[in-house]
């Protein structure tokens, strides 16, 4: 099998299901936005030593890869239809008790912190403004189609994590992480 198809030279690209749409459309932005997140947190496992971190970064690959296909595949307004919804409750829940054991080694949060500290933080902070970006779409998204119902408040999750993971690993970096200092 070849890699290249051909079927996308007209600007168009194919959802899961079969149906093609334009490569401009919100919902490929969306999903090209996931997907260029998926490749954020690759380098930032490129970066990390610490066993703890890149097992995390590990699963929100793969939590990418579900939500992408979640978002590949457009929720048909027959309500006779059924969707597959592949991030649920149960992956925000999943999100929730990662950041909760990620942070609980740090010290509490007694000021605005700016991207920075080790090479490891600073990448994780650039996919935290990249999920920020994609849940931004995504809400855009939800307001003109169907989208499944829990993946904007698995990326604004994802999105905290991905802070929670910067400071930690500044932490186990012996770095301290970057206070914001008004008029600095």
Not at 53 to 75: H, K, M, N, Y
């Amino acid at each position: 099998m070849k890699l290249y198809t051909k079927t996308g030279d007209d600007g168009s690209t194919g959802l899961l299901g079969g149906q093609r749409v334009s490569k401009d459309s919100l919902r490929v932005q969306v999903c090209g936005t996931v997907d260029e997140l998926n490749s954020m947190v690759g380098l930032a496992m490129v970066a990390c030593r610490f066993e703890e971190v890149e097992s995390i970064l590990r699963t929100l690959q793969d939590r990418l890869f579900e939500l992408g296909a979640d978002l590949a595949t457009p929720i048909a307004p027959d309500k006779n239809a059924t969707h597959k919804s592949r991030i649920g409750p149960e992956q925000v829940h999943e999100a929730e008790q990662i950041i909760d054991r990620v942070c609980e080694p740090t010290e509490p949060l007694s000021h605005f912190v700016l991207p920075g500290g080790s090479e490891l933080a600073a990448r994780l902070h650039l996919a935290r403004a990249v999920c920020r970006r994609a849940e931004r779409l995504c809400v855009a998204l939800a307001k003109a189609e169907p989208v499944g119902e829990h993946v904007v408040s698995y990326l604004n999750r994802m999105s905290d994590l991905l802070f929670a993971l910067a400071r930690r690993a500044n932490q186990l970096e012996g770095v301290k992480d970057v206070p914001w200092q008004a008029g600095g």
